[in-house]
């Protein structure tokens, strides 16, 4: 089993939906990074959150420490927001990294 | 610009031939990364340097050599060992801060190199 779980794998909407991805990890955590991987293969950090709730624009995430638990949201979506997203740990016993697999988003106009 | 750049974008060679690709980084970070990724999978750690002339093993680096004389270049080679090449590579820089159980550097992502071995 990933340590780090995200879902769902692919997730289509219309534009202005309201958009959830969910990341499930299973170990110890210092901090939570959600990326963006646009087609080219290019990756862009959005939020790195050790708790609570951190908001950029439309893009909302948030952190339940106790229940190992992350969600990114997406508001009013876009067909631009058509991406890769990426959730990873850091976990508290060492300083690497570990992915998910990443959720597939397609946002149609 | 301050960032990282990764070239070439493209590359493909023979099998049975080493190859390096290009990492360099002008943010002054203290560590540089290799990730290999596959379809379907998430990102996997090939090697990490935290200084320079020192670097370590990740999860996948048997087939791989990596080199850091300078804090801005962190080339790695893909050799003949390397049993499935053909893959996207990242390279990502990140300065360390804080340490041991409270590190929360941020990594910056290269653009990638999608290497592909005929």
């Known amino acids: 089993k990933n340590e780090v779980e995200q879902s769902p794998q692919n997730l289509t909407a219309q534009e202005g939906e309201f958009i959830t991805i969910n990341c499930s990890y299973s170990v110890g955590i210092s901090a939570l990074h959600w990326l963006q991987q646009h087609p080219g293969g290019g990756i862009v950090s959005l939020f790195m959150?050790?708790?609570g709730k951190k908001k950029h624009g439309r893009l909302i995430a948030t952190i339940n420490i106790q229940e190992k638990h992350s969600s990114l949201h997406i508001t009013a979506s876009h067909p631009r927001d058509s991406a890769v997203y990426i959730c990873?740990?850091?976990?508290?016993?060492?300083?690497?990294?570990?992915f998910g697999e990443g959720t597939q988003l397609t946002v149609n106009p | 610009d301050g960032g990282i750049t990764q070239s070439p974008k493209y590359l493909f060679r023979k099998e049975g031939q080493n190859v390096t690709l290009s990492c360099e980084q002008n943010?002054?970070?203290?560590?540089m990364y290799w990730y290999r990724q596959d379809p379907g999978q998430g990102l996997r750690l090939i090697y990490y340097?935290?200084?320079?002339?020192?670097?370590q093993k990740g999860d996948i680096a048997e087939g791989y050599s990596v080199s850091r004389e300078k804090k801005e270049s962190f080339p790695l080679t893909v050799t003949s060992a390397q049993k499935n090449p053909t893959a996207f590579y990242l390279c990502?820089?990140?300065?360390?801060?804080?340490?041991?159980?409270?590190?929360?550097?941020?990594?910056?992502f290269g653009p990638g190199t999608r290497l592909t071995v005929l």
């Open positions: 959150l050790s708790s």
């Open positions: 340097s935290q200084i320079v002339n020192d670097f």
């Open positions: 990873a740990v850091r976990k508290t016993s060492g300083s690497r990294l570990t």
């Open positions: 990502a820089s990140s300065i360390l801060r804080g340490g041991g159980r409270s590190s929360y550097n941020e990594q910056f």
């Open positions: 943010l002054n970070h203290d560590a």
